[in-house]
Each structure stands twice: as structure tokens, then as C-alpha cells.
């Protein structure tokens, strides 16, 4: 199966910037979409960046003009850049991939384990 790593979290002063990184290891057939998910203090995980390969990108309302996701266009991997981070990004980040295994079945949807990033003062 194929696996997510994750690396970039830690702690971060509000306003400040962090990039995290996720890259796949492990065979993939061909992907449908990659991005970054979040889940904060007392919420639902939502998510906060996709990229859709030969697609849109998209971004929470909550992020928008702040964050920015990137395809690494050599292999199956992204990053989110985050700048001006606030309190309110305080969550665990989770790297997201929808990928096909093979012809004629449906994508499926592998994630990472999660990464925190902590935005305090």
C-alpha cells in the first residue's frame, strides 16, 4: 500500500510562515488528486488545499490568500506553503492522496498520519 510522509510541523509565532511537505512512497498507478487536511481543536477534519492533477486547486474560505499548495510535478508529492499563520491554524495537518491502483476501478484515498502545527505566541 502506499504511504504518506509528512514533515514541516512544529511551533510557529501568529503571522509567521511554515511549509509542510508530504511525499508518496510506494507504488502509484496514477493520481487523481493530492492535498492537505486539517483538524483543529473541538473540530471536523476539513479541508484545506487539493490539487487536482490536470485539474483545479482549491482552498478553504479560511486560508485563502494565505496558503498556498504545491505540486512537485517530478513525483507524487505536494507541499503547503502557510504564511501569516494565525491562532486559528492551530490543528493536526493530515497530507491527502486519491489515487487509481489500476484500470477500470475506482480511486481510493490514502492519508498521512498527521503533523502538528501549533501557532501561539
Known amino acids: 500500500q502506499v504511504q504518506l510522509v509528512e514533515s514541516g510541523g512544529g511551533l510557529v509565532q501568529p503571522g509567521g510562515s511554515l511549509t509542510l511537505s508530504c511525499a508518496a512512497r510506494?507504488?502509484?498507478?496514477?493520481?487523481?488528486?493530492m492535498g492537505w487536511y486539517r483538524q483543529g481543536p473541538g473540530t471536523q477534519r476539513e479541508m484545506v488545499a487539493e490539487?487536482?492533477?490536470?485539474?483545479?486547486?482549491k482552498y478553504a474560505d479560511s486560508v485563502k490568500g494565505r496558503f498556498s499548495v504545491l505540486r512537485d510535478t517530478t513525483k507524487t508529492a505536494v507541499s503547503l506553503q502557510m504564511n501569516n499563520l494565525k491562532p486559528d491554524d492551530t490543528a493536526v495537518y493530515y497530507c491527502?492522496?486519491?489515487?487509481?491502483?489500476?484500470?477500470?476501478?475506482?480511486?481510493?484515498?490514502?492519508w498521512g498520519p498527521g503533523t502538528q502545527v501549533t501557532v501561539s505566541s
Open positions: 491527502h492522496l486519491e489515487h487509481y491502483t489500476g484500470l477500470g476501478v475506482p480511486p481510493i484515498d490514502s
Open positions: 510506494g507504488t502509484v498507478f496514477s493520481v487523481y488528486g
Open positions: 490539487v487536482i492533477w490536470g485539474g483545479p486547486t
